[in-house]
Each structure stands twice: as structure tokens, then as C-alpha cells.
């Protein structure tokens, strides 16, 4: 199974508002409502942001928000924080799990 | 607390193989499954397979089917990772991370995804 396709990068000034894509097809993405997003941060494990393409673990900040239009998957990060900058990947539940390629997050 | 505890560094010569151990501690290992993800330097993450701690069910990821096998000890809360003929490429840090997925009657999906991670272990495969 092939990753799901992310954009290398998104940048964003403090205070503004950014969206990661996640794009798979309708075998994965498309077909469940299971994705999952997670914050990677240089040298640590990841931790869950998202799961359920849009439920929001406790204790995670109502700042990430995540939703779905077709095979394409999205994070939203608002209110970007100096704290914001890591990696995120998406993973999709399709039988299996599927990572996305990651996107990295730069706050200007 | 929650936790998954991952053993240490491992460096192994081409052909051979490792293990790699998570002991759970802080919920009932059995209710959930855990997942197996890698890290190769510099490089995004690769899901290795998953298996149910309470039925010892598994789903390898088809890359790693023969290589790979996934196993729990119930009696200690720990999983274990082995893979063999191991290859320059197969260097990265190996995640072990509790996933939950339920089926439930009528076909619907509930997945909570990886929401408990260890610390992470590297494995260096150099001659």
C-alpha cells in the first residue's frame, strides 16, 4: 500500500491559521472516516493529535482540528504557536494502517 | 500512569536477527492491540504491522511479510518485535505504540488510533 501524499512543507506566522492535506484514494481515505494525525517532534516519539479524522484526544488543545473531503484529509492548526513547529503525519486505518509522508511545520 | 517501556539499543550485523520488547504498564494490556512503527534517519514513519494482545491476531505490513513476527507475553503485559535477515535499510528507531480498533456488529469502525507510544529503540544494522 502506497503512503498517503503530504505537502514537504507549510509555514505560518504566530497567530495565523495553517492546513496540512493528507491525500490517499478511495480504498483508504476515502472509504473510512479513521484517520489520524500525529505531532512528531525532533528526537521524540509522536503523539496523537487527532483520530476518528476529526476527535480530539484529552488533553490535546482545541487549537488542531481535522476533517475530510473525499480522499483528501486535513489538519488545521489555528492560532500557530512557536511550540506548533514539528512534524505531522497523517495515517489512515484501510485493513492495515497507512502513514502519510509528513509534513513539516515551520513557524515564521 | 499509561505507559509503554521499550529495551534498549541493539546493533546487529547484516543476515541477523533482533527482538525488541514493550512492557505496558498503567492499563489492562489485553483490551488493546499494539502497533509497530519504524523511523529510518531523516525519513518518515513506516507502519510495521499490529497485533491484538488479546487474541494474539496480526496484520504485517505486506513488505515485511516473512520477515517480520509480532508476539505478546499476557503474563508480563509485553510485546515483542522480532525481525530477521536483517539489512543495512532496516537501520531506524522501532516504535512499539498501543492502537485500538473495534469492530463492531454491522461492519462499523471505531479506531481510536496510537495514542500511547514508547520511547523509541534504535536498531543499527552495520557490518
Known amino acids: 500500500q502506497s503512503a498517503l501524499t503530504q505537502p514537504a512543507s507549510v509555514s505560518g506566522s504566530p497567530g495565523q491559521s495553517i492546513t496540512i492535506s493528507c491525500t490517499g484514494t478511495?480504498?483508504?481515505?476515502?472509504?473510512?472516516?479513521?484517520v489520524s494525525w500525529y505531532q512528531q517532534h525532533p528526537g521524540k516519539a509522536p503523539k496523537l493529535m487527532i483520530y476518528?479524522?476529526?476527535k480530539r484526544p484529552s488533553g490535546v488543545s482545541n487549537r488542531f482540528s481535522g476533517s475530510k473531503s473525499g480522499n483528501t484529509a486535513s489538519l488545521t492548526i489555528s492560532g500557530l504557536q512557536a511550540e506548533d513547529e514539528a512534524d505531522y503525519y497523517c495515517?489512515?486505518?484501510?485493513?492495515?494502517?497507512?502513514f502519510g509522508t509528513g509534513t513539516k511545520v515551520t513557524v515564521l | 500512569q499509561v505507559q509503554l517501556v521499550q529495551s534498549g539499543a541493539e546493533v546487529k550485523k547484516p543476515g541477523a536477527s533482533v527482538k525488541v520488547s514493550c512492557k505496558a504498564s498503567?492499563?489492562?494490556?489485553?483490551?488493546?492491540?499494539i502497533s509497530w512503527v519504524r523511523q529510518a534517519p531523516g525519513q518518515g514513519l513506516e507502519w510495521m504491522g499490529w497485533?491484538?494482545?488479546?487474541?494474539?491476531?496480526?496484520n504485517y505490513a505486506q513488505k515485511l511479510q516473512g520477515r517480520v513476527t509480532m508476539t505478546t507475553d499476557t503474563s508480563t503485559s509485553t510485546a515483542y518485535m522480532e525481525l530477521r535477515s536483517l539489512r543495512s535499510d532496516d537501520t531506524a528507531v522501532y516504535y512499539c505504540?498501543?492502537?485500538?480498533?473495534?469492530?463492531?456488529?454491522?461492519?462499523?469502525?471505531?479506531?481510536?488510533?496510537?495514542?500511547?507510544w514508547g520511547q523509541g529503540t534504535t536498531v543499527t544494522v552495520s557490518s
Open positions: 476518528e479524522g476529526s
Open positions: 505504540a498501543r492502537d485500538l480498533i473495534i469492530i463492531a456488529a454491522a461492519g462499523t469502525y471505531y479506531y481510536y488510533g496510537m495514542d500511547v
Open positions: 478511495s480504498s483508504d481515505v476515502g472509504s473510512y472516516n479513521l
Open positions: 497485533i491484538s494482545a488479546y487474541n494474539g491476531n496480526t
Open positions: 498503567g492499563y489492562t494490556f489485553t483490551s488493546y492491540g
Open positions: 495515517c489512515s486505518y484501510a485493513g492495515t494502517r497507512v
